[in-house]
């Protein structure tokens, strides 16, 4: 059976996340469901990463296997066109080998968290960004940030449900960048604890507010203890914005016509 790697983008307010779940209406229900159509039967995706419910993505990946070959641009347009009008897109699609694997194929993985820093409430941002009204100090937290950066038990910053066997993470890029009203929080890693990186920004945001230093940043980082962490941030400001894979796990296959 043909495999083909799909790139995704949603809003993920409508969703009780990526993976299909009993109480309502996944991401991943909604691209099964229009591959179903296409497909003839049943099919089952891996997406690289399970967002949670009102986290958004801008660069999710996911793999199926079809029947038959397909045409990338006329399989990115079929499946568009089964989705409607749910707010999830297929922007591309691409042959790989068997041996593709969404997931387990990951090497690094990509999130933005944005913020917006200001009094007014939010509008068109609405459920795409943090609110936060009190004025943070965006250098602090650029510095503070950049405490986390390598490999660390992040227990403290790890969610009591988070089914990952170890706490142990490497932490490749945490970094704060600001313009106007708008604050920028990205991260890279090849994997991540469940609720990681808003644990992090959650924290960061005491730090910016003048709760805490770097130094209580580290020292909750250290201490290893889910109670030590500040707030979990808002799912709405959460954005996977990327999935890298090494060039060996994406051999070039010619597409059927």
């Known amino acids: 059976m043909p495999r083909y790697k799909l790139s995704i983008e949603y809003d993920g307010a409508p969703f009780v996340g990526w993976q299909r ?6 991401v991943q229900e909604v691209i099964e469901t229009a591959l179903a159509a296409i497909n003839g039967e049943p099919v089952t995706i891996r997406g ?15 793999h199926a296997d ?34 593709f694997d969404a997931r387990f194929s990951a090497i690094r993985r990509h999130y933005l ?20 009204k009190r004025r943070l100090d965006v250098a602090a937290m650029h510095e503070a ?11 403290t910053f790890r969610a009591a449900e988070c089914q990952a066997a170890s706490p142990i993470r490497t932490l490749e890029k945490f970094g704060v960048d600001a313009r106007g009203d708008l604050i920028e929080i990205r991260a890279s890693a090849r994997s991540f604890l469940h609720h990681q990186v808003r644990s992090m920004v959650g ?3 005491m730090v910016g507010s003048g709760k805490w230093s770097a130094a209580d940043l580290r020292a909750a980082l250290e201490a290893c203890d889910r109670r030590r962490c ?12 990327g999935v890298d894979y090494p060039a060996e796990a994406m051999p070039a296959i010619e597409a059927g016509a």
């Open 21 to 26: 779940q009993k109480n309502g209406l996944s």
């Open 113 to 132: 968290y944005r913020i917006v820093n200001r009094r007014a409430p939010l509008t068109f941002e609405a459920g795409h960004a943090w609110l936060v």
């Open 203 to 205: 924290s960061l945001e």
């Open 230 to 241: 500040g707030m979990v941030a808002p799912a709405a400001g959460l954005y996977l914005t």
């Open 145 to 155: 940030a950049q405490v986390l950066i390598g490999r660390h038990d992040f227990s």
């Open 48 to 62: 690289a990463g399970r967002t949670d419910a009102g986290v958004h993505a801008s660069g999710q990946v996911a």
């Open 66 to 99: 079809l029947r038959r070959e397909w045409r990338p641009d006329v399989l990115r347009d079929a499946l568009n066109a089964h989705m409607r009008p749910a707010l999830v897109a297929v922007v591309a699609t691409e042959p790989v080998a068997e041996t």
